[in-house]
């Protein structure tokens, strides 16, 4: 600390008892790198609307349901890797899906170690965007899986705020997320989700204002509406809300879009993360279905564009 007051107020160095080190403030005491930089939407996806394919993992070593097969595991996100980037999907979202009932907060090393390693099968099979969800809300782990996997984004469930869920009360560590970010100096975005599924608020309150907070003082890059469960839409009231409070911030629809209504969707959001609709026969825990990744794509590049700001 004397350092750094010396450095903000050398004067103080001709203080008597200073010592002759004082008054030669080495400014590599105060140095640092600067701030980590957060490429934009735009720059990770390379195009307008940009579909992300949810990569549901089947249960992990240690969860209750896994079958320890690892190479099962690897094969597994491999081929819906390459079937996303196939059918001509944007970018990926890891998620260790298979893993409920979910912690809470905190995963265990194996569930860390694992993502990783199948991270880092998902970029060897598609030059894709990759993100991280480590459910049920660890955003240390994503971050550390999106660092060492090659990631672009992590999906935070409740970065700011409360909400009531099946694993109890989750509370938003924006600050801790943040922090570990610029300690590790790593230029990963933050998508957050606001109104998150599978959750209700702690205190009711418009969705506008948990979105505004999550920009304006929890700093998320980019924001994620779902419907209230898996598979299931977003209404159009909450997009539209987000949107309007938010014009500048990315927005994407997490939940429930399909090639009927993505038309609809694309009226208020710039990005879709999509998982039910592109998988076989519809069914979350089948693998990913290229052809039903065309069939969105296809409705994506037929929906209207969204008029000039």
Known sequence: MG????????EAAKIDGAGPHAAAVDLQETDRAPMVEIPSFAAIFGRRRPLIGVIHLPPLPGSPRSRGDLKALGDRVRQDARALAAG??????LENFGDAPFLAEHVPPATVAMMTAL???????????????????DAAAALAVALAGGGAFIRVNVHVGAAVTDQGLLQGRAAATLRLREQL?????????????????????????????????????????????????????????VRCALPDTPLLAGSGVNPQNVGEVLRHADGLIVGTALKRDGRVEAPIDEQAVRALVAAIAAAPALPAP
Do not use: C
């Open 119 to 137: 991270a880092l099968i998902a970029r060897e099979a598609a030059a894709l965007p990759l993100g991280v969800n480590v459910l049920r809300n």
């Open 185 to 241: 100096g790593v230029g990963i975005a933050v998508f957050a989700d606001v109104g998150v599924k599978h959750a209700a608020p702690l205190a009711a309150r418009p969705l506008a204002e948990e979105a505004e907070e999550a920009v304006h003082r929890g700093l998320a890059d980019a924001l994620i509406v779902t419907g209230p469960a898996t598979g299931r839409p977003a209404a159009a009231g909450d997009l539209a809300a």
């Open 88 to 93: 001509g999907a944007s970018g990926m979202l």
């Open 3 to 10: 350092y750094i007051l010396l450095y903000l107020f050398p």
